[in-house]
T-cell receptor, first 113, second 115 residues
């Protein structure tokens, strides 16, 4: 079945770049997303990328997609302590179910001052 | 518009009791989703409405779970005869057909603890 895998933890120093990686199995994935979840809160959509794109940049965020390897990454430049949170990768098949986002288990990012 | 609202934020219930959660989506969104998130896991899809029609249900949604969206606006999720395994964060999200698939907005969730 469909699966999304992420490493569970990442620790960086303030000001460094963070790179969070994700792999997925569904070759029909059309849209891929990065969500951020702070403690006790819901999910905040950070960015998304269509499967026909290789890269998307949005301020401090850069998303890279390697469709051949089914690998997605999120780079956060100049990481701040406020970036500490859990980051979820998610995918969906627009041509199929229109309600079903498949999430990874999340990567907990810790930013040390 | 204040985004997606969920009520209550926290619910503690005894095993065997029924509980009901409410979700108020963004007013112009016609699609509404329920997800469940357990500790250390990502959210898992439960069910999806377009307007008042429930179009998809996950196999995770056992017979004890029922969701409604009677007027195509707010939605309720009811769990009957709660079990300890039902303890989780229940998240609601909404989107518009026009904005799909990049317009999902999640609420802050209802955390259920079954004791």
């Amino acid at each position: 079945g469909e699966d999304v895998e992420q490493s569970l933890f990442l620790s960086v120093r303030e000001g460094d770049s963070s790179v969070i990686n994700c792999t997925y199995t569904d070759s029909s994935s059309t849209y891929l997303y990065w969500y951020k979840q702070e403690p006790g809160a819901g999910l905040q959509l950070l960015t998304y990328i269509f499967s026909n794109m290789d890269m998307k940049q949005d301020q401090r965020l850069t998303v890279l997609l390697n469709k051949k390897d089914k690998h997605l990454s999120l780079r956060i430049a100049d990481t701040q302590t406020g970036d500490s949170a859990i980051y979820f990768c998610a995918e969906t098949d627009y041509g199929g179910s229109q309600g079903n986002l498949i999430f990874g288990k999340g990567t907990k990012l810790s930013v040390k001052p | 518009d204040t985004g997606v609202s969920q009520d209550p934020r926290h619910k503690i219930t005894k095993r065997g009791q029924n509980v009901t959660f409410r979700c108020d989506p963004i007013s112009e969104h016609n699609r509404l989703y329920w997800y469940r998130q357990t500790l250390g896991q990502g959210p898992e899809f439960l069910t999806y409405f377009q307007n008042e029609a429930q179009l998809e249900k996950s196999r995770l949604l056992s017979d004890r779970f029922s969701a409604e969206r009677p007027k195509g606006s707010f939605s309720t999720l009811e769990i009957q005869r709660t079990e300890q395994g039902d303890s989780a964060m229940y998240l609601c999200a909404s989107s518009s057909a026009v904005g799909y698939p990049y317009g999902y907005t999640f609420g802050s969730g209802t955390r259920l603890t079954v004791v």
